[in-house]
């Protein structure tokens, strides 16, 4: 018997910005990042969703393979004329996005305050 899986996400809209607040502090296991991707996905392609921010405050650890889902998810974003912005990131999943470069690419802030004021 498989144990019922805790959602990767919790979704809520704040004006015309949807938060995303990821639940899982390890976005590491393949069927995970397949079904995070899927559920940002969705937001943008089933809802319509154009403005996102991603709240990382409770993520550890962050795989390669999820950092490919957060670029699909800006390309659909800028697609639909979107804006996608990210806050509450760690230091070391931060490093990450400087050594891949994926610091220019993102809108990145400290605060989910600082985020949502920028669209």
Do not use: W
């Not at 899927?38 to 795989?63: R, T």
């Amino acid at each position: 018997m498989s144990t019922p899986r805790k959602k990767a996400l919790e979704v809520q809209d704040i004006g015309d910005v949807t938060l995303v607040v990821f639940t899982t502090n390890k976005i590491l296991d393949d069927q995970v990042i397949q079904s995070i991707g899927e559920q940002l996905f969705s937001l943008v392609d089933s809802m319509g969703k154009k403005n996102i921010l991603l709240n990382f405050n409770k993520v550890e650890y962050l795989s390669s393979a999820a950092l490919g889902k957060l670029i699909s998810l800006h390309k659909r974003v800028l697609g639909v004329k979107g804006k996608l912005a990210l806050c509450c990131i760690a230091p070391s999943i931060f490093e990450v996005f400087e050594i891949t470069g994926l610091k220019k690419v993102f809108r990145i802030f400290d605060t989910e305050q600082e985020a949502l004021e920028s669209f």
